[in-house]
Structures are given as C-alpha cells and as structure tokens.
C-alpha cells in the first residue's frame, strides 16, 4: 500500500513525527513518502497514487495549516483514505472529522499501521475444498 505522511510545520527540521511512523509502516510492508510542505510542494502525482494520506498535527499552528489541505488532497484522490495524527489531532476531532479525516492519537505508529492493513484486499489464493466430513460413493 502507499501511504503518504505529510507535515506542514516543522520548519526543515527532520520530524519525528514523520521519521516513527514511516519506519513502521515500512517494516509492516508498505511503500511510505514522507513529505515535509515547509521544504517541498505537495505533489499531485504523490497523493494520486496514495491508498492513505495522513497529516501528522503536534501542535495547532500545523493543524490550522492542514486545513486547506485536506480539501486539496480529497479533490487529488477522492478515493484514499485521509487520517489525522499526533497531539492534536484528539483535540480537533469534530473539526477534523468534519473534514473526512479519520482521527487517531499522539503516539500513532501502530494505529497507522492496523490502519493500512485494514485496507489491504484479501487474499483471493484458491483453497483445496475440505472434503473429510462426506464420504462419497462412486
């Protein structure tokens, strides 16, 4: 799955938030790009071919930042899947779900990851038909 973490303010600096979360996501098996806005442009190609685009929000100057964004991202890909993180995210959730983000904790590593596994399609291998319960005469 593809999965893109996004920051938009941490002004350079390598974000923890961003840096967790990817190495998580990645040992779990999925394709992460992290994207720091305070460095570089949001990319249509990036969040077009994203199964999952989260918002990494620790503080509230970087939550109101994101506004515009989640309605950007939706209009890119209306069909991933958007999640907000981090600590305050909980602290918005009504504003954040009102928005279509789904809201999960400050510390969201493994939420991230039960997260994108939920949404990977099932096996569709074919099992051998259990026939041990029916005897059958030929």
Known sequence: MQVVLISTYDLGRQPFGLASPAA?????????????LTRTKLQAEVVGAADLIAFYLPMHTATRLASPLLERVRAMNPDARVAAYGLYAPLNRAWLEERGAQVLGPDAEQELVDLVNAQRPTSTRFLAPDRTTQKWEV
């Open 24 to 36: 998580w996501l990645r040992k779990a098996g999925h394709e992460v790009t992290p994207v720091d």
